[in-house]
């Protein structure tokens, strides 16, 4: 069984520009999770879709970011336009749906560095 | 708010010896506490998970306990070796409906051959 994936691994850009993220989750697993680690801090929690819905996003720091998951498979993140502070690396997690566990499985993380 | 607070922030041990790595939080009202393990520049890698009802959970080298009502779990990696080095994360769940996880900061392990 494939794990999560997430593309690109790494990404450079300019204050003011735009950038988005994807991320594929286990096949199978309703529930998808963005999370995100800044310089120095703990991994905070962004949002989590049950498959196309957007469950909870209260985690979402301000309005220049955008989840979707369309057709409830993949999702992108889309930070538009990025600032300095956004810099971090930012996990996408999956789980199953309507099981007693929720273990939730990470991807590798996208790493992003707003210049 | 669930605060998660992990110490120590860094260990240094010979091989052989036995880790403890400690983790508290601040609502005992949890659903499940996950422990991962995450190598410099990779994913998190889920170790063990404890649902709320349980005491602990094991595999292999690897014993995780939960003191629910005191607000701590601990992780205990047996006979420790080189490749276990690494960072340990706990985050924990919050009752059914709340799905987030709240992590800890941390505890960076080496193990010296």
């Known amino acids: 069984e494939a794990g999560v994936t997430q593309f690109p691994s790494h990404s450079v850009i300019e204050k003011g520009q735009t950038v988005t993220l994807r991320c594929d989750p286990i096949?199978?697993?309703?529930?998808l999770y963005w999370y995100r680690r800044v310089m120095g801090k703990e991994i905070k929690f962004l949002l989590h879709?049950?498959?196309?819905?957007?469950?909870?996003e209260s985690g979402m720091p301000n309005n220049r970011f955008l989840a979707e998951r369309t057709g409830g498979t993949y999702s992108t993140l889309k930070v538009q336009p990025a600032e300095l502070e956004d810099s971090g690396v930012y996990f996408c997690?999956?789980?199953?749906?309507?099981?007693?566990?929720?273990?939730?499985?990470f991807g590798p993380g996208t790493r992003l560095t707003v210049l | 708010k669930q605060e998660v607070t992990q110490i120590p922030a860094a260990l240094s041990v010979p091989e052989g010896e036995n880790l403890v790595l400690n983790c508290s939080f601040t609502?005992?009202?949890?659903?499940?506490l996950q422990w991962f393990r995450q190598d410099p520049g990779k994913g998190l890698t889920s170790l063990l998970l404890?649902?709320?009802?349980?005491r602990e959970q094991t595999s292999g080298r690897l014993n995780a306990s939960l003191d629910k009502s005191s607000g701590r779990s601990t992780l205990y990696i047996a006979a420790s070796q080189p490749g276990d080095s690494a960072t340990y994360l706990c985050?924990?769940?919050?009752?059914?409906?709340?799905?987030?996880?709240?992590f800890g900061a941390g505890t960076t392990v080496t193990v010296r051959a």
């Open positions: 404890i649902q709320s009802s349980q």
């Open positions: 997690a999956s789980s199953r749906y309507m099981t007693e566990v929720y273990e939730q499985f």
């Open positions: 985050a924990v769940r919050r009752p059914r409906n709340d799905y987030k996880l709240s």
């Open positions: 096949s199978g697993h309703d529930n």
């Open positions: 879709f049950v498959k196309e819905s957007k469950q909870d």
């Open positions: 609502d005992s009202a949890i659903y499940n």
